[in-house]
């Protein structure tokens, strides 16, 4: 174990708060068959970051069970992440699920990270390699002193924290894009759960099959967590190219075929994208998916309407 009674670094503050709600999201689980959660980027301005809060006050009334937290490219929103975090536990008493990436930054700086979580009474965390940042290119390099692959992170996170935090993994039902097979990337994602990690939220996807696809496929492969579906709500027909486009997502023919002919007609595409939305998320939920993951955009809408739609 790593000492975690050293100093955090000087640029954190801490005011943790102490709630007997916030915890461990596998303490959740052993509640409840489902759980249902919101994931929030953070904002480059004030005024995004206040709409971040309104919009975090309205899906609060949902009753989710947890809040998620990205973190920016190369480690870039450390601060902010965890700034929100503490902010959204504090307002609205929730367990946070904070992202963090291994790229760009060496164990030192992972290790005062994870200090400064534990410390602050965060509980969960997702466990990522990141992606680089835009300036660096496409390829992922590890920096000197750091990690390469998630699993790393993993046993770094069980090194420094033990069993405080809770460890989210990405699962990715087409293969991840720098993966040769879909059946090697399932092998890669059970070496991240035998590490240590204790369920997967998935990238984005379009069609209950894929789901069920990797459903059989890991559970092939002995994958015995929980597997959440990440699950993006639909408002733009380009900006979903764009979204797509740069994490790494598979669109599906159907998608094109519904969207691309109304793409000029907002209202249009809005109403088809919830009816899209909310079958699929039916879909997922009678395949046995264990709750649903909702990429909100830091939006009420359209995951508001379909939340009621699906009558959660
Ligand atoms: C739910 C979700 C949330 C996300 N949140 C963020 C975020 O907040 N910030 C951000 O920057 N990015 C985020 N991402 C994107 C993610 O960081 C990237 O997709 C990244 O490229 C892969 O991360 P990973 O943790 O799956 O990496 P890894 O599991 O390390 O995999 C990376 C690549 O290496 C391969 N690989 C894995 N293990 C091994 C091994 N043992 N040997 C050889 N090859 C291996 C994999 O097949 C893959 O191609 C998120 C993704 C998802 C699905």
């Not at 390829?139 to 405080?164: M, N, P, S």
Request: aromatic content about 10%; hydrophobic content about 35%; charged content about 25%.
């Amino acid at each position: 174990m790593v000492d975690t009674t050293q100093e955090t670094p000087k640029r954190y503050p801490v005011t943790p708060f102490v709630s007997e709600r916030i915890r461990k999201i596998t303490d959740i689980f052993l509640e409840k068959d489902r759980t249902f959660s919101f994931e929030f980027f953070p904002p480059k301005s004030k005024k995004g970051l206040r709409n971040l809060y309104r919009a975090a006050e309205e899906l609060r009334k949902l009753g989710p069970d947890f809040f998620s937290v990205t973190y920016g490219a190369g480690g870039s929103s450390s601060k902010a992440t965890m700034e929100i975090i503490l902010e959204l536990q504090k307002r609205f008493d929730i367990p946070c699920m904070h992202h963090l990436t291994l790229v760009g930054q060496t164990r030192d700086d992972l290790t005062g990270v994870m200090r400064h979580i534990i410390k602050s009474n965060v509980k969960n965390v997702l466990a990522l390699r990141g992606d680089p940042p835009p300036d660096m290119g496409r390829e992922f390099r590890k920096v000197e002193g750091g990690l390469g692959y998630c699993y790393e992170l993993i046993d770094l996170i069980r090194e420094v924290a033990g069993d405080k935090l809770a460890i989210g993994v990405a699962g990715f039902p087409e293969g991840h894009v720098d993966c040769p097979s879909k059946e090697l990337d399932t092998k890669y994602l059970k070496i991240k759960l035998d590490h240590g990690g204790d369920f997967v939220i998935t990238q984005l996807f379009f069609e209950s099959a894929t789901y069920a696809e990797f459903l059989e496929r890991t559970s092939r492969a002995g994958v015995t967590a929980r597997i959440m579906p990440g699950v993006l709500p639909i408002t733009d027909y380009r900006k979903l190219l764009r979204f797509c486009d740069t994490c790494g997502a598979y669109i599906c023919q159907r998608i094109h075929d519904v969207f691309a002919p109304i793409q000029e007609t907002p209202e249009a595409t809005r109403k088809e994208g919830i009816n899209y939305v909310v079958d699929l998320c039916k879909e997922l939920l009678n395949l046995g998916a264990p709750g649903l993951h909702f990429y909100c955009l830091n939006s009420v809408e359209p995951v508001r309407t379909i939340w009621k739609r699906l009558g959660l």
